[in-house]
C-alpha cells in the first residue's frame, strides 16, 4: 500500500488541546515522529501510539537547525517510502514556526504521496486568550526576531507587535543557544526607532501543563537586554501610537455612499446581482 503522511498539532496544553481528529490519526498511525521539546508531552504521545520515535536526537550544540530539520524530513520520508502511514506530532500548531513539516508534506506530494497537515492550537492562540487582545482591534504584526533584524521591514507602531523567539535575536548560526545581552541591545536600539525606551512590554510563555503556569511578566523595553529570556518565550509590544485616521479615503468613500443613494429611487428595491445572461428568460 503506498504509505502517507499527515503533520498534525497536539496544541499547547498537555492533553487538553489536542483535537479529536487528530489524536484518531495518532492511535492510527504505522509511525509516529514526536517533534515535543518537552518530555512529559512525548510520553504522552508514546501512550497513544504502537510506535513513536523522537526528532529531538536531531538536535545539538554548534549543529545549524537547517541541517536538523533536513533530518527530520528525511527521518519522516524514509518510512513514507516504505508504504507506512506516517504522522508527524508537533507541538502547538505544525504550520507555524516549524519548518520540517512543511518540508516533509512538500517532499511527500512532489514524489506522489498522499499528504497533508492538520491544524492545531498554537502559542499565538493563548496568546490572545491570556493577555486579552484581539489582533482585530488595531491590526497585528507578527515577525520573526532576528528576520527583523537582518531586513528593512516597516513597523506600524499603531499595531500590535509580536516577536516570535527573541531568545535568539541576532543568531546567525541557527543554533538552539541564547544569544546574549549584546544582541538584544541591537534589538532594543532598532525598536527605539518607532517605540519609546519605557514603552512597556510582555514576555509571554503559554502554560503547558496544569500544574505551570502562564507568564506574563510586564517590564519596559529599556530592560529587555537583561530580562529572562527561553526559547518559547514570545515578546509583545501593544501600540505606542493611536491609529491615524485616513480623511481623504473616508471623503471618497462617503462620497461613493452618497451617489449609490442618490441614484435609487426613493421606495425602490434594490435586487441582488444576477448572474443569469442577458438572453435568459
Known sequence: MAGNLVCVGTGILLGGHLSPLAQNLIEQADVVFSGMSDGFTELWIEGLAK????????????KSRNLTYNEMVDAMLCEVRLGKKVVGAFYGHPGIFAKAPH?????????GFE?????????????????????????????????LM?????IDPSALLVLWQPALAGDLTLGIRPTGSAERELLVELLSQDYPLNHECI??????????STRIERLPLSALPQARLELHTTLVLPPSQPLTPNSQMRARLQALADTQT?????GATVLPFSRKKANSP
Open 150 to 154: 537582518l531586513y528593512q521591514r516597516r
Open 51 to 62: 510506535d513513536v520515535r523522537s526528532l529531538q536526537q536531531h538536535y545539538a550544540d554548534g
Open 262 to 266: 442618490q441614484g435609487t429611487p426613493q
Open 103 to 111: 518540508e516533509a508534506i512538500a517532499t511527500a506530494r512532489a514524489e
Open 115 to 147: 499528504a497533508r497537515m492538520i491544524p492545531g492550537i498554537s502559542a499565538e492562540d493563548c496568546l490572545y486568550a491570556d493577555l486579552g487582545l484581539d489582533p482585530g482591534k488595531t491590526g497585528c504584526q507578527h515577525f520573526e526576531t532576528t528576520q
Open 203 to 212: 514576555l509571554y510563555e503559554a502554560a503547558t501543563t496544569a500544574l505551570h
